[in-house]
């Protein structure tokens, strides 16, 4: 399997094939809008509006699996982001990453890219994964990690 044998749902419902991605990098992470980490949706779209036209796709997904953070519906959420952080990157269905109901392209991204100490269960919200524009997972980036500090990472991998 790679990155684009997966397909997701967009906040209206319909299904997006990754392989519509294929040839750029994407950045993929879980958010919540109720989390300390929220703001991060303004680096995120920062990153997107620098990037965008160079071959950088944002993917987010909605998740309430960290102490109930996005509790909103979908359009809850998209509204939020819209109306509060600009958010035009594609925003997807609110999803699980852990568990027996994760989403299968959460088991897959951490099967690609462990976490800390090796450990593949995702911690909190606003976990980042990137994906070179060949498809394969370059790295994984803590909540902590501000979207900014991954400008030099994705430089190199739309160079690649």
Not at 21 to 27: E, F, I, P, V
Not at 46 to 54: D, I
Not at 114 to 129: D, M, P, Q, V
């Amino acid at each position: 399997m790679t990155i684009y044998d997966y397909t997701v749902q967009d906040m209206q419902g319909q299904e997006v094939a990754l392989e519509q991605y294929r040839g750029k990098a994407l950045l993929i992470t879980n958010t919540a809008s109720k989390c300390g980490f929220t703001p991060q949706f303004e680096g995120l779209e920062s990153l997107y509006q620098k990037y965008q036209e160079r071959g950088l796709v944002i993917l987010g997904f909605p998740c309430n699996q960290f102490g109930g953070q996005d509790p909103g519906s979908n359009d809850q959420i998209l509204d939020f982001c819209v109306k509060n952080y600009g958010v035009s990157f594609p925003m997807h269905q609110k999803i699980d990453v852990n568990g027996s109901g994760a989403h299968p392209l959460f088991d897959y991204l951490k099967k690609e890219a462990k976490g800390a100490l090796g450990t593949s269960r995702i911690k909190w919200n606003f976990t980042k994964f990137l994906i070179g524009r060949n498809g394969e997972v370059i790295g994984r980036y803590a909540p902590l990690t501000k979207p900014e500090a991954l400008e030099q990472d994705i430089e190199k991998a739309l160079a690649s």
